[in-house]
């Protein structure tokens, strides 16, 4: 395919307006838009109002589409990357603490640095190099008293996985050779190994998007996760649910809350979330016809 030099020409604020209104949409107040224009900008906005164009082509609104409704859409995709952000560290924090935990019962503390354990050594190498990064860069109180008392390299794994940024983390865990300590981190949270490492790094996908303040409401997930053949606690019945859609996201995170925190409230979070923006359309989130059925739901 032939590539051409970028055609569109840059827009005032103002113009902005004005073709948005010459191609159907409606404002209830074009100073507040105008405000919102400047300080969020039209091309995040535009992924908002997507679905309320007709003739996506020729970018020409449907007939009762409004500003109004694409910024409640905004909205309610903030709100929902805070909610999951803050689910995703409670379970970030227990994959954490499970592996220092269990490799260090087998091992010892320091059996992050052990490369016999891990598949790849490149992988391995290339991952220790990442986490010696994050250490160098890191002015914890915790780890500048190590390094001033300590000659090793590196700290213990219940240290230094505090330091570890979840994608070093993920990467981690799906190098270590299969096993039983890599099957026990994973039934700690009801998971074959290989969902688990599926699932980690689904998830470290995932929270970098929302971290990243990108759109997720509707997005189609370009890293899946795979879908357990044999979960140890309730887990979908529908196995014709797509696993590319945010949906799926929300189930894993109830899945392994279940297991972390039995006693968490996100399923209620959630739909205080799609109380309070009625119009949010389910659909397009992936949730299927049938899924207020499922056990793992109820």
Not at 207 to 218: K, Q, Y
Request: charged residues 20%.
């Amino acid at each position: 395919m032939t590539k051409i030099p970028y055609p569109k020409l840059f827009h005032s604020h103002h113009e902005q307006i004005a073709l948005l209104k010459s191609r159907g949409m409606q404002f209830a107040d074009e100073d507040k838009a105008l405000h919102l224009l400047e300080n969020i900008s039209y091309y995040r906005f535009s992924g908002y109002w997507y679905p309320l164009l007709k003739d996506k082509q020729n970018h020409i609104f449907k007939q009762d589409a409004n500003f109004e409704t694409a910024f409640n859409l905004y909205k309610f995709d903030r709100e929902l990357r805070k909610l999951i952000i803050s689910e995703l560290e409670k379970i970030e924090v227990a994959v954490r603490s499970k592996m220092a935990y269990i490799m260090s019962l087998s091992y010892n503390s320091f059996w992050i640095e052990d490369a016999a354990l891990f598949f790849n050594p490149h992988v391995h190498q290339s991952t220790l190099a990442k986490i010696q990064e994050e250490l160098d860069r890191s002015d914890e109180e915790f780890i500048i008293a190590f390094k001033s008392k300590y000659s090793n390299p590196f700290p213990p794994s219940f240290i230094l996985l505090e330091i570890t940024s979840f994608g070093a983390l993920s990467r981690l865990y799906s190098n270590l050779k299969s096993g039983k300590d890599k099957r026990n981190i994973a039934r700690s949270f009801g998971l074959p190994d290989v969902a688990f490492a599926s699932w980690l790094h689904s998830i470290v996908y995932i929270r970098n998007v929302c971290a990243h303040h990108a759109r997720i409401w509707n997005r189609p997930l370009s890293i899946q996760p795979s879908f357990p053949r044999s979960p140890s606690n309730t887990w979908l019945i529908n196995r014709q649910t797509g696993i590319n859609r945010v949906y799926y996201v929300f189930s894993m995170i109830i899945y392994l809350l279940n297991t972390v925190n039995p006693n968490h409230t996100f399923k209620q979070k959630l739909e205080s979330l799609f109380s309070k923006y009625p119009n949010v359309d389910r659909a397009a989130m992936g949730f299927p016809d049938n899924w207020q059925s499922e056990p793992l739901w109820q």
